[in-house]
């Protein structure tokens, strides 16, 4: 049976009279990354604030771990993990000393446990920098820091709200790491990111935010196959063909010199086979097709209402 790990049902909030969340709702698998895209201002932070239990909702019901936030706030902030964007880290002290004081709180005793706070310095690759104090490290040490100040009480679910924001590629790339080996765990992870790729990479789901609501919701691929742009290419042996399969495909542009055809298309199984099926009834084979989706960049800002006209006329 696969549970949700975190059930979402119309959910709003407002501040004063501007309405942040009209009425959204999601489902996330346990054990899936779950990815809230959106342009700045849209309220993925205020959803994160919401499900971490750091704000009330006006209205709608929310389950973290299969509780409550408005009622069993306890609960569900002992299931959870949240590295936000402004990390939880004490400058003051040293890396090592800040996951120390994690555990300590976390285990609410005061022993040394020095092996899991080695592992996660070396996880992270923050060993050389362990017993310098955290108000000289980068910002992107810092993340990696407050990431490993957060898996210190091994959660369930972890939210990320931005947590590759100024990092290098390299720091990037552990990250990605230690987000796919958490999945691996069966950890459920919600992550907000202004980076589309990340979510590419990443994410089971993707839901865009815009103007309080959900505009979309799907998998990387789902989502890339809804927006103008997507077209399935037929590669033929001859220019015979090639004319023959334009007769057939009024709608495509035709390459006589790569000798492609290219059709619009959502490139869904049905409509790939429904085109293959046209050129079968004129006896004609493609020496290959294959279907083209435009990135998630273009999905963003086809769905977001920015830049339209230019996604339409790539
Ligand atoms: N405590 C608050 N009081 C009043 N308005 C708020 C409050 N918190 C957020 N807002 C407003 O709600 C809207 C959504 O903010 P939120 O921080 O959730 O957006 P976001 O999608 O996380 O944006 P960003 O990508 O810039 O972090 C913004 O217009 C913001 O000004």
Request: glycine content about 8%; proline content about 3%.
């Amino acid at each position: 049976m696969t549970t949700s790990a975190i059930a979402v049902s119309g959910l709003r909030k407002t501040f004063g009279d501007k309405t942040v969340l009209d009425g959204i709702d999601f489902e996330i698998p346990a054990g899936t990354v779950f990815s809230l895209l959106g342009p700045n201002g849209a309220g993925k932070t205020t959803t994160v604030n919401v499900l971490t239990t750091l704000i009330k909702a006006d209205s709608g019901t929310v389950r973290v771990a299969g509780h409550d936030v408005a009622t069993e706030a306890k609960a569900v902030r002992s299931a959870i993990g949240v590295t936000g964007q402004f990390a939880a880290v004490d400058e003051l002290l040293t890396g090592r000393e800040n996951l120390q004081l994690m555990v300590d709180l976390t285990r609410g005793s005061t022993k040394v446990d020095k092996r899991i706070v080695d592992s996660l310095l070396e996880r992270f690759d923050l060993v050389e920098s362990a017993d310098k104090s955290a108000a000289t490290y980068s910002g992107g040490m810092r993340r990696k820091l407050d990431l490993a100040m957060t898996l210190v009480g091994s959660p369930r679910i972890i939210f990320l709200d931005e947590p590759t924001t100024g990092l290098d590629p390299r720091s990037r790339r552990t990250m990605w790491t230690i987000i796919r080996e958490l999945l691996a765990d069966g950890v459920t992870i919600f992550l907000t990111t202004q980076y589309l790729d990340e979510a590419d990479e990443l994410a089971d789901r993707i839901a865009v935010l815009n103007q309080g609501k959900l505009v979309a919701e799907g998998t990387p691929e789902e989502l890339k196959r809804q927006i103008p742009g997507t077209h399935v290419r037929f590669r033929f042996a001859t220019i015979d063909d090639l004319d023959v399969a334009a007769g057939i495909l009024p709608e495509s542009t035709r390459d006589d010199d790569a000798l492609t055809l290219r059709v619009p298309s959502d490139g869904g199984t049905k409509s790939v086979r429904a085109l293959l099926d046209r050129l079968d009834e004129h006896s004609l084979d493609a020496e290959e097709f294959s279907v083209h989706t435009p990135d998630l960049d273009d999905v963003f800002l086809a769905l977001t209402g920015h830049d339209t006209a230019e996604v339409v006329a790539k």
